[in-house]
């Protein structure tokens, strides 16, 4: 199929962009493109107008300031991956972004188009929740700051408000001693995952848990963040806190699809849970060696 008529602006700044979506509710923002052009040919989306963002400079950057990682909304998902400060700073990124499609989708891709769109197997939801990254959006109004564990409503729904546009990903830099892990399934190779854990584990200097982070795709709207924090912490991981640790998602009512059933959504979790526990766990050991 092919899109329906729509209006096509490339505005040259940010400012111009933000007075476009204050004038057009009905329009919309035009990033990497990955999700919206099939929406487009399908029909399923029907805009008044695309704003395409690619040529507003200063939205593709990534700067390393202040003990934190600041992500530009265009910056590419092969970018994420192929950049050493990334990868020493945030290296759950990494681990995310290497489930994210293809190489070819990954050199179109956006992170703030990944996270705007909110789509639940979306890897880099989970990675951003679970760092506690925060999400810059700027409208005519000002940048508003939003948490990402506050950002995330729903299946393709954010807090993001009519005319607000997500310029910036700023993203703590990994404590000490800190591991990073991230496991997904999918039916067929670079798909869509099924089931994803994301895991953050801190050890201290006995080699017990300080503090950790499961955040989980899949089984729930949004990213799901497992409390998990009272049951690991001043352990070592062992595989009765694992036990435990999967013990605690038994309450989890993952959705049924076309390709699953929450049922084996809901056997899944756990596997991936206890693996990405595990690993992180195992990094961070080594770091601390």
């Known amino acids: 199929m092919k899109p329906a008529p729509f209006a096509y602006h490339a ?4 400012e111009a962009a933000l007075g476009l979506l204050a004038s057009d509710p009905a329009a919309m923002v035009l990033a990497g493109g990955q999700s919206l052009v099939p929406l487009l040919k399908l029909r399923s989306a029907r805009p008044s107008a695309l704003i395409d963002i690619n040529g507003i400079p200063g939205l593709d950057g990534i700067e390393l300031a202040d003990g934190e990682l600041r992500i530009g909304a265009l910056v590419r998902q092969q970018t994420l991956l192929a950049d050493a400060r990334v990868g020493a700073a945030c290296p759950l990124l990494t681990e995310a972004v290497q489930h994210v499609g293809y190489r070819a989708t990954r050199h179109r891709g956006t992170i703030g188009g990944s996270l705007a769109y909110a789509a639940p197997w979306a890897e880099l939801t989970a990675a951003v929740v679970a760092l506690d990254a925060t999400i810059e959006a700027r409208s005519a109004d000002g940048v508003r700051s939003i948490r990402a564990r506050e950002f995330f409503r729903g299946e ?3 807090d993001l408000a009519p005319g607000e546009l997500v310029t910036r990903v700023r993203v703590p830099v990994q404590a000490a001693r800190t591991g990073a892990a991230f496991h997904e399934v999918s039916a067929r190779y670079r ?13 201290g200097a006995d080699g017990t848990c300080t503090g950790a982070e499961l955040v989980l ?8 963040r497992a409390e998990i924090d009272a ?4 352990t070592t991981l062992d595989d009765a806190t694992l036990d435990a640790v999967a013990a605690s998602l038994a309450d989890l009512r993952p959705p049924d699809d076309v390709e699953v059933s ?24 080594e770091e601390r060696a």
């Open 156 to 158: 393709h729904e954010t």
């Open 191 to 203: 798909d869509y995952a099924q089931v994803g854990a994301a895991a953050l584990v801190t050890l």
């Open 262 to 285: 929450g049922v084996y959504r809901h056997r899944v979790v756990a596997v991936l849970a206890r693996r990405a526990l595990r690993q992180a766990a195992e990094r961070a050991g």
């Open 231 to 234: 049951i690991v912490r001043g």
């Open 11 to 14: 505005p040259p700044t940010v």
């Open 217 to 224: 795709l899949r089984v729930a709207p949004t990213p799901h």
